[in-house]
T-cell receptor, first 114, second 117 residues
Framework: GDSVTQMEGPVTLSEEACLTINCTYTATGYPSLFWYVQYPGEGLQLLLKATKADDKGSNKGFEATYRKETTSFHLEKGSVQVSDSAVYFC?????????????FGQGTTLQVKP | DAGVIQSPRHEVTEMGQEVTLRCKPISGHDYLFWYRQTMMRGLELLIYFNNNVPIDDSGMPEDRFSAKMPNASFSTLKIQPSEPRDSAVYFC???????????????FGAGSRLTVL
């Protein structure tokens, strides 16, 4: 079945370090891909998305490129801040007949230290 | 818009009691989802509705769980009787079809944290 696999956390970085969180997927078709972020005590918020191969999603300094050949959607940021500390979820969805239905990875906790 | 509104934010109850969680989706959204989040299992889709009609409830763990959506602005998730293993954070989310920038993107509520003793 369709699934999403993320690198295990927690990931601990110093402020201004580079971030990469790996995400790969298994899907029978061509899904849309998402990164959601969950800050402590809050619900998930959409961080960025890409709907087709080679698309790059970006927001708040974060980027991810939809790579069909490697079935990956790795999240990157060049310089993290303490305020980026959160749990990051990679997810996929198929539009047809299941608008918004997401399959999530397990989540990766990021902790950024000053 | 105030976003997706869930209540209660926290619920502590004893095993065997009935629990009802409530959700108000974003106005105009035609899809509503209930997710459960635990440390062990991550985020699991329990059920989702389209235009108030349940479409897929295959994620509902057992008959103790039920969900309703009597109108476009309200949904409930009920657990009866509750058990300690039901302790989790339950999220409601909504989305809309269409071609706008926000179409097909889930907006989550803040969640309801349930503790069953």
């Amino acid at each position: 079945g369709d699934s999403v696999t993320q690198m295990e956390g927690p990931v601990t970085l110093s402020e201004e370090a580079c971030l990469t969180i790996n995400c790969t997927y298994t899907a029978t078709g061509y899904p849309s891909l998402f990164w959601y972020v969950q800050y402590p005590g809050e619900g998930l918020q959409l961080l960025l998305k890409a709907t087709k191969a080679d698309d790059k999603g970006s927001n708040k300094g974060f980027e991810a490129t939809y790579r069909k050949e490697t079935t990956s959607f790795h999240l990157e940021k060049g310089s993290v801040q303490v305020s980026d500390s959160a749990v990051y979820f990679c997810a996929l969805s198929f539009h047809s007949g299941n608008t918004g239905k997401l399959i999530f990875g397990q989540g990766t906790t990021l902790q950024v230290k000053p | 818009d105030a976003g997706v509104i869930q209540s209660p934010r926290h619920e502590v109850t004893e095993m065997g009691q009935e629990v009802t969680l409530r959700c108000k989706p974003i106005s105009g959204h035609d899809y509503l989802f209930w997710y459960r989040q635990t440390m062990m299992r991550g985020l699991e889709l329990l059920i989702y509705f389209n235009n108030n009609v349940p479409i897929d409830d295959s994620g509902m763990p057992e008959d103790r769980f039920s969900a309703k959506m009597p109108n476009a602005s309200f949904s409930t998730l009920k657990i009866q009787p509750s058990e300690p293993r039901d302790s989790a954070v339950y999220f409601c989310a909504s989305s809309s079809t269409g071609r706008g920038a926000g179409a097909n993107v889930l907006t989550f509520g803040a969640g309801s944290r349930l503790t069953v003793l």
